[in-house]
């Protein structure tokens, strides 16, 4: 059984670009969370998506967007990229019902920004 | 709102010692809490997780935490401290309807022979 897959594991852009981010959930979850880690940081919460829709948003501004796919796969979207921009991020995904708000997560997708 | 307080951003331990990881929360609502470790360059894992079921609670690698809700804490522990332990913790808070994490700023466990 497959658990959640990110790609890329590693990309490196300049200030100002765009990057896309892709995740593939836990076979059988419904849900997808994205998280950005700071170095020396614990995750913060960016956004999660269900049925397609944006369900819930964290504290990052506009230029952080996202997607959901039929099947349940998901992007996220970083415009004009900015130093501080530079983080891991993380994929998790869950089941909206049940299972006691476990996520599962991904091995991450390392962003540096120049 | 939610939040978690980690106490000690590294704590340092002799293999075969007692580990004790603090993790204090702050939840308007009954909680879901949960352990997770990063090792480097990796994703997160699931260590064990406290649905307001049993108090103490016990996970993999031989770590368990216990729930106080009058302390509003929920410290891991584990009795003997493998090499194999060194690696970054973290405890975080869930909302429960939604299935979102807020974590602390984590603590990374050292072990040393």
């Known amino acids: 059984d497959a658990g959640v897959t990110q790609s890329p594991t590693h990309l490196i852009k300049t200030r100002g670009q765009q990057v896309t981010l892709r995740c593939s959930p836990k076979?059988?979850?419904?849900?997808v969370s994205w998280y950005q880690q700071a170095l020396g940081q614990g995750p913060q919460f960016i956004f999660q998506y269900y049925e397609e829709e944006e369900r819930q948003r964290g504290n990052f501004p506009d230029r952080f967007s996202g997607h959901q796919f039929p099947n349940y796969s998901s992007e996220l979207n970083v415009n004009a990229l900015l130093l501080g921009d530079s983080a891991l991020y993380l994929c998790?995904?869950?089941?909206?019902?049940?299972?006691?708000?476990?996520?599962?997560f991904g091995e991450g997708s390392r962003l540096t920004v120049l | 709102a939610q939040s978690v307080t980690q106490l000690g951003s590294h704590v340092s331990v002799s293999e075969g010692a007692l580990v004790l990881l603090r993790c204090n929360y702050s939840s308007s609502v009954p909680p879901y809490l949960f352990w997770y470790v990063q090792y480097p360059n990796q994703g997160l894992q699931l260590l064990l997780k406290?649905?307001?079921?049993?108090?103490l609670v016990k996970g993999i690698n031989g770590f368990e935490a216990e729930f106080k809700k009058s302390e509003t804490s929920f410290h891991l522990t584990k009795p003997s401290a493998h090499m194999s332990d060194a690696a970054e913790y973290f405890c975080?808070?869930?909302?429960?309807?939604?299935?979102?994490?807020?974590f602390g700023k984590g603590t990374m466990l050292l072990v040393s022979p």
């Open positions: 998790a995904s869950s089941l909206a019902l049940g299972a006691g708000g476990e996520l599962f």
């Open positions: 076979s059988g979850h419904d849900t």
């Open positions: 406290y649905t307001s079921a049993a108090t």
């Open positions: 975080a808070v869930s909302d429960p309807g939604y299935s979102t994490l807020t």
